[in-house]
């Protein structure tokens, strides 16, 4: 036996297989780095150079940018302060994410709930009713908030024909509006990762908490609550993370000064012409993003030691 | 089966497969060497584990062996792809296209070689036919029940006339009673079709009922090559004895050969005749094992072990008596109920224990 | 038992307020008059209004003309990775693979479109191509993620045997993957196209952000016109888009069942 030729033309097998591979991937991979990670490098560096005067950058390394994203240079006192607008963008953001995140978690874990107790037949229809929503343009169904919500909206109309008003209450260009057009676009997001959970759990569950003589809400609280944690840490990430980012909602909705990161991020690239500061303040929403997404990867990995 | 010398159909030579490297390493087949004859129903009897399917995997060439050789027809194959092998396989699952109609897979193979149109058409006519499957032909295989999905497997890898038909545990997921029918099915098969059936099983009674000859393999090894009959009455090692069928084991020591029969003493004192294993090393201390049909009661004092029955079991066809030997240990003895018949002894009651003549068989190890 | 009450009416009003919104607005793209607040009759006025528009009319084409390719491109390549990353054991840079794949999920927005403004920029520069290709490439990237899930979910629940079975059977490794792996992975495959095509054709943030002058798509196009006094005529627009997407997805789901 000439084993040696042999076991090589295993190797030789395998080592194809490898190649095929790879060269299966390569396509996706250059299509992705150029057209999504590669820019992000690039913006990186944009973030340390020196704005243009008429956007884009001088080939100059500063660190402008990034003192921009929380100082302003004031030109009467000649000093660095604090930069208010920014910082108030931040906290709005991070405010309405977190509030969008809890209102979502309190209209979806209800609904996922509902659509779980369904009979196996209807929870399907069910599930489309949830899902048709998320595939279809977000614009869309910001405008839809849009007019439901102004001033001579469906909302303002009915509460003043009931006379529960008099004057037509502004909810648009508020960041109320902003919170509720997010809740609106990003429930199906909350709902469907919950109700994957739950569709996993067995209800029996319930029947034999409630034959050990818990009550209702002890019931949710120490049986339902415990099983389906995993569902509700993904829905409440999955909901946070978009609204941090968001960029459409709050154009719509919070008109020009109810600002978001987004919005702050679009505008220096626009009239601010201000690059690199809009390169930092990328970055660091970008940083803000993975620290979230740590934070669930955490919470995931307890979560499933806690059970397994 | 009839003794005459047959033509190697299919052969492993020396053949070692090791998966995983290192630690993880582990040797799925040790060393096997084996020939199937031409036209022999053979299976490879084994618990699972014990590499059976990996051997049947690396005739198909799913697999290559990490040592020795695979031989088809006596042409080298160890490394030629499944597609350039004249061997095909009826799977456990019967891995049948789903999008295809059963007149569709059982066309596929003939169609991959090439064969015309026409050819394709005919064969595929006679193949159902042959598992009389005639009706279903442009059914999806999703509307076909369990035992008419099997029959397909069978006619799709039949219809490319292989050297070598493997059947990897295929009656494991079908009912009692059409396990039976496909038992029966299948030797019809092979001998209609004259094709070798390398038939893969870890269930012994379809080993002993369907096969010219059966391997017994266990952790990579294969223990003994034989007739069903060889099998069962002279099992050659411990595993095999222990494997297919009941045993009864007894300690005994050597006091003389003849050829291939050796005088042996049991603990009792009595001197009995034995068969030896082929291939047995010289030893004082041996096993013999005997079957529990082939030995009968007698009163107390006669026959070559002495007892007390521990406790009687009715079986409808047999009844077991398991009797608690004066030397030490159990044994089992499994007597045919005659219509009517009542038991002749109780239990705690003393008996004797007589063989048949030539049921004792020494063990190699 | 295992029925909350107060759950069911929170449920309940959850479906209202998901689909009260879209009926009010595909409510007034029928409506006769200017406003879209005042019901003034049914018309068809504001779609026939919308089909004449030009700017619409070029929108509207852009907007297919960029998600056709982009879906296209997207799902050969999104096919060929989810072949190369199922079906064989966890392989060396795995990990950064799935990474790249689902990068366009995890990452907003907004920071991918300012990003790919930066680059293009660049390149416009330096090559002084303006045409579609940076709306197709963008598009590609952000829909690899969407077409590639349903592809290798199918591969995933895919039988190996069958392939091995094709083997056994004489078929070359080609001719099983023609004959076998591609009619299987077919369903898949179109799923994914699906979703991909309506992902890229409801983009708004990032075409957006990468949109060169006149390339406007049906969603920026809409974007713009908020900005202005609305009339029914972005209602009909918004409707027929919205039906579009509806059809596609339901059409997806169909594909699913039928699957299983």
């Not at chain 1, 956007?55 to 100082?71: L, R």
């Not at chain 3, 390719?69 to 693979?97: D, E, H, I, P």
């Not at chain 3, 070359?172 to 992975?185: A, D, I, N, S, Y």
Request: aromatic content about 10%; hydrophobic content about 50%; some cysteine.
């Amino acid at each position: 036996m000439a084993e040696p030729g042999e076991a090589s033309a295993l190797e030789e097998a395998e080592a194809r297989a490898v190649r095929t591979r790879w060269a299966l991937l390569v396509p996706a991979m250059l299509v992705l780095t150029i057209g999504a990670a590669g820019p992000l490098l690039v913006m990186l560096v944009y973030s340390f150079l020196e704005a243009g005067d008429y956007g884009g950058v001088e080939w100059v390394f500063s660190t402008d940018g990034w003192v921009q994203v929380f100082y302003a240079y004031d030109i009467f006192d000649e000093e660095w302060v604090a930069a208010d607008a920014h910082l108030s963008i931040f906290w709005r953001s991070v405010k309405l994410s977190v509030v969008t995140t809890l209102l979502a978690l309190f209209f979806g874990f209800p609904t996922a709930y509902f659509i779980a107790t369904r009979s196996e037949k209807s929870r399907n229809a069910w599930l489309f009713l949830i899902t048709i929503p998320f595939w279809t343009n977000l614009l869309i169904r910001t405008f839809a908030m849009m007019e439901v919500i102004r001033n001579e909206g469906v909302v303002n109309s009915v509460l003043i024909g009931i006379g529960l008003i008099d004057e037509p209450i502004q909810i648009l260009y508020t960041d109320t509006a902003i919170a509720l057009g997010m809740v609106y676009v990003y429930l199906p997001l909350m709902v469907l990762p919950i109700y994957a959970s739950m569709e996993k759990f067995d209800f029996r569950l319930v029947e034999a908490a409630y034959d050990l003589y818990a009550t209702r809400l002890r019931v949710l609280w120490r049986v339902i609550l415990p099983l389906v944690k995993p569902g509700i840490v993904a829905g409440s990430i999955l909901v946070f993370i978009p609204s941090l980012g968001a960029y459409v909602t709050p154009r719509v909705l919070g008109g020009g000064k109810n600002m978001m990161l987004g919005n702050l991020i679009e505008l220096q690239f626009g009239q601010g012409r201000n690059w690199p500061l809009g390169a930092a303040l990328s970055i660091t929403l970008l940083v803000l993003v993975m620290v979230a997404l740590l934070f669930y990867v955490r919470a995931a990995q307890r979560g499933s030691s806690g059970h397994g | 089966m009839d003794g005459s010398v047959r033509d190697i159909a299919v052969e492993a030579e020396n053949v070692s497969k090791i998966f995983g490297s290192g630690s993880d390493e582990v040797r799925a087949l040790d060393d096997v060497s084996v020939g199937i004859q031409d036209n022999e129903f053979f299976t490879l009897l084994g618990p699972s584990g014990c590499g059976k399917t990996t051997l049947l995997r690396l005739i198909a060439g799913f697999d290559h062996p990490t040592k020795g050789s695979i031989r088809l027809a006596g042409q080298d194959i160890s490394y030629l792809p499944p597609y350039r092998r004249s061997v095909n396989t009826v799977f456990q699952n019967y891995a049948l296209f789903p999008h295809m109609t059963v007149a569709q897979n059982i066309g596929f193979g003939l169609e991959m070689q090439g064969r015309s149109r026409a050819e394709v058409r005919e064969t595929v006519g006679n193949m159902l036919a042959l598992v009389r499957m005639e009706a279903l032909a442009n059914r999806r295989t999703s509307q076909i029940s369990g035992g008419q999905q099997q029959r397909v497997a069978l006619a799709r890898a039949l219809a490319p006339r292989p050297k070598v038909l493997l059947l990897d545990e295929p009656l494991s997921a079908l009912d009692y009673k059409l396990r039976k029918d496909m038992q029966i099915e299948l030797k019809r098969l092979q001998h209609e079709t004259g094709i070798t059936f390398v038939f893969v099983t870890h269930d012994q009674e379809e080993a002993l009922t369907m096969s010219d000859r059966i391997a017994v393999m266990s952790s990579g090894k294969i223990l003994q090559v034989g007739s069903p009959r060889d099998i069962y009455d002279r099992p050659s090692e411990r595993f095999v004895a222990d494997f297919i069928g009941d045993t009864n084991f007894l300690e005994a020591e050597v006091a003389g050969k003849e050829g291939a029969t050796a005088r042996i003493r049991l603990a009792s004192g009595v001197e009995v005749e034995a068969d030896l294993p082929s291939g047995m090393a010289d030893a004082r201390q041996v096993t013999v094992v005997i079957r529990p049909e082939h030995a009968a009661l007698a009163p107390a004092g006669q026959g070559e072990l002495q007892g007390r029955i521990a406790n009687i079991v009715y079986f409808g066809t047999d009844t077991h008596y398991h009797v608690d030997l004066d030397t030490g240990g159990q044994f089992t003895l499994r007597l045919q109920n005659p219509r009517g018949g009542r038991e002749l002894h109780g239990e705690g009651e003393p008996v004797g224990i007589a063989f048949e003549p030539g049921a004792l068989q020494v063990l190699r190890d | 038992m295992k029925r909350q009450a107060g759950f069911t009416t929170v449920a309940i009003i959850c479906f209202v307020c998901l689909y009260a919104p879209i009926v009010v607005l595909v409510a007034y793209s029928f409506n006769a008059g200017e406003s879209i607040a005042v019901w003034q009759g049914f018309s068809w006025r504001w779609y026939a209004a919308a089909w004449e528009n030009e700017e619409v009319q070029r929108a509207a084409w852009l907007s297919v003309l960029v998600a056709v390719q982009a879906s296209f491109y997207a799902t050969v390549v999104a096919t060929m990775a989810a072949l190369a990353t199922t079906r064989n054991k966890a392989f060396r840079g795995q990990t950064a693979v799935f990474a790249l794949i689902n990068q366009p999920l995890m990452v907003p927005e907004i920071v991918t479109g300012v990003a790919l403004l930066i680059v293009f920029a660049m390149v416009k520069v330096a090559t002084g191509y303006n045409g579609l290709g940076y709306l197709v490439l963008a598009h590609t990237a952000f829909c690899i993620p969407f077409a590639y899930l349903p592809i290798r979910a199918r591969l995933e629940g895919m039988d190996l045997t069958l392939e091995t079975a094709a083997a056994d059977l004489y078929a070359t490794p080609w001719k099983t993957f023609r004959r076998v792996t591609l009619p299987l992975m077919w369903p898949g495959i179109l799923a994914g196209a699906m979703l991909a095509f309506v992902i890229s054709l409801d983009d708004v943030v990032i075409t957006e952000l990468v949109k060169g002058p006149g390339q406007d798509t049906l969603p920026t196009y809409m974007l713009g016109q908020l900005r202005r006094v609305v009339t029914p005529e972005i209602n009909a627009i918004s409707s027929a888009l919205l039906a579009v997407s509806v059809v596609i997805v339901s059409l997806f789901f169909l594909l699913n069942r039928k699957r299983g």
